[in-house]
């Protein structure tokens, strides 16, 4: 169950973009301002809105840390604000001084991309404020733009309905018509699958757009045979246009907006299924985002107004374990392990398990004698590294079967919170195993392997309160 909790409406003009940190909500709008709401109680902040923009501010985004936000324009500008104080801490400005239609943080904070009318993307350097690297797309708009979690690549969409793919020198990597009437929108799944050595990556990908679509793609990179993205699948269900969509923060949801006509919300899980449809908008719908760390979503609109909803734990517990724990089990064809293998730097294994037919349940009931005696597997650090990854698959199951949230489960021990922690890469971990892994010396983040901003950890008290109130309702 999703319940309408809270709706702003101090914005003059239509809603363009809302987005989120740890604890802040910004909106903003024709009206050429940016708000700024407390997630504690949505209160607007004493120095909100922003204003310094001339003409519409079309997109707002936080740095991973929360502490900048950027926000672009039709005046030709990117400003980064200091979220604290409101102050302006840096104007960029279009070197073509063409309209600004989209901006991004890089994972690492060092860069912001923006995206302009005449096709140019321009990477700024987020501690120096000046330009870095620049490119630009042979025909349309640039209006949606996405970087991996990595930060290795750069996926921007043009009104003239192009993908292309940068790598993160702004070279060109691939091009591709992906919808017919233009590309509203487009967001990585913020959890990439790799392995130990990074040399093989794969990343989802959704893109939506004026064609009334929805299409995932996966996108893969490896060293040797380069980069690679392939078509997955179409969401269906939308008789209108479809102006946004985003991942939620652990990948398993995707949000779809679907405005014109219909002025609907779609949730869908895991790609496929629909959970929700929100229609309480009573204008187009032109924005969603995701909480990082509470279960919220926000949704703006031409109606002037953002929404605010809330999900119920406990259905959302019961929906998604129930998928996932099929999902890692009989679901899982051959070629879906073929890909987990390749995942996890096992490549070399997937011709022995095609020419054996390990699906899904076979794979969790190997054993040592198995490897060893009936697929005659020889090397010694391949099996034991083989079922070092298939005792992590049953422990994740184990996990899913419970019923647990993923979001109550720490990335490191994989197991229910009690002292929940925000790292300043944005993740929420257990504190003592946080501690620990801060302690050896690892200056990374657990879910990225970027380099940490700070090793300060910050007590997650609203998750802290979610985890108890689902502790009581499951221990009774």
């Known amino acids: ?94 070197p073509s001084g063409s309209p600004v239609r989209i901006c991004q943080f890089s994972p690492d904070s060092t860069c912001v991309a923006s995206g302009a009318a005449d096709g140019t993307i321009v990477l700024w350097n987020a501690q120096s404020y000046k330009l870095y690297r620049c490119g630009s797309v042979k025909d349309g708009s640039l209006v949606a733009c996405a970087f991996s979690p990595n930060g290795n690549l750069l996926v921007t969409g043009s009104s003239c309905g192009d993908l292309t793919v940068w790598d993160d020198k ?13 590309i509203t929108c487009c967001d990585f799944s913020s959890q990439p699958v790799s392995d130990g050595e990074q040399d093989l990556q794969f990343f989802r990908l959704a893109s939506c757009g004026q064609d009334c679509q929805i ?19 179409t969401l269906s269900g939308h008789c209108a246009p479809v102006l946004a969509c985003a991942f939620s923060h652990d990948g398993r949801m995707l949000h779809i907006l679907s405005g014109l006509l219909d002025k609907a919300v779609f949730v869908f899980q895991n790609t496929e299924n629909i959970l929700y449809t929100l229609t309480q908008h009573t204008r187009y719908v032109t924005t969603c985002a995701f909480a990082p760390n509470v279960l919220l979503l926000a949704t703006g609109s031409m109606d002037k107004t953002v929404n605010i909803w809330q999900f119920d734990v406990e259905t959302l517990c019961q929906a998604r374990s129930t998928e996932d724990q099929l999902k890692f089990t009989e679901d899982w064809s051959e070629e879906d392990v073929s890909m987990w293998l390749c995942a996890q730097g096992l490549k070399d294994l997937v011709g022995i398990f095609k020419k054996n037919n390990i699906d899904g349940k076979e794979l969790l009931n190997l054993t040592k004698e198995i490897l060893a005696d009936d697929l005659k597997i020889e090397s010694l650090g391949l099996r034991s590294k083989l079922l070092r990854k298939i005792e992590e698959l049953r422990t994740k199951v184990k996990s899913l079967s419970s019923g647990i949230p993923d979001e109550f489960i720490c990335p490191i021990t994989r197991e229910l919170m009690t002292d929940p922690v925000i790292a300043s890469d944005g993740y929420s971990y257990e504190r003592e195993a946080m501690e620990n892994w801060i302690s050896k010396k690892k200056r990374t983040s657990p879910m990225t392997n970027l380099v940490l901003p700070s090793l300060v950890l910050t007590p997650n008290r609203t998750l802290k309160m979610a985890i108890n109130r689902w502790l009581e309702t499951h221990q009774k």
């Open 1 to 94: 169950m999703v319940k309408l909790i809270h709706t702003l409406g101090d914005h003059g003009d239509d809603v363009n973009c809302c987005a989120f940190s740890i604890s802040l909500l910004a909106t903003c709008s024709l009206d050429k301002t940016i708000r700024l709401y407390s997630l504690s109680d949505f209160t607007e902040l004493p120095h909100s809105p922003l204003k310094f923009h001339t003409y519409a501010v079309h997109c707002c985004c936080f740095s991973p840390s929360g502490h900048i936000l950027a926000s672009c324009s039709t005046d030709g500008t990117t400003v980064l604000w200091n979220t604290q104080n409101g102050q302006t801490l840096a104007v960029m400005e279009q």
């Open 215 to 233: 299409k995932i793609w996966v996108v893969s990179f490896t060293h040797v045979l380069g980069f690679e993205l392939k078509y997955k699948s």
């Open 170 to 182: 702004m070279r060109c990597l691939h091009s591709e018509k992906a919808h017919d009437l233009g």
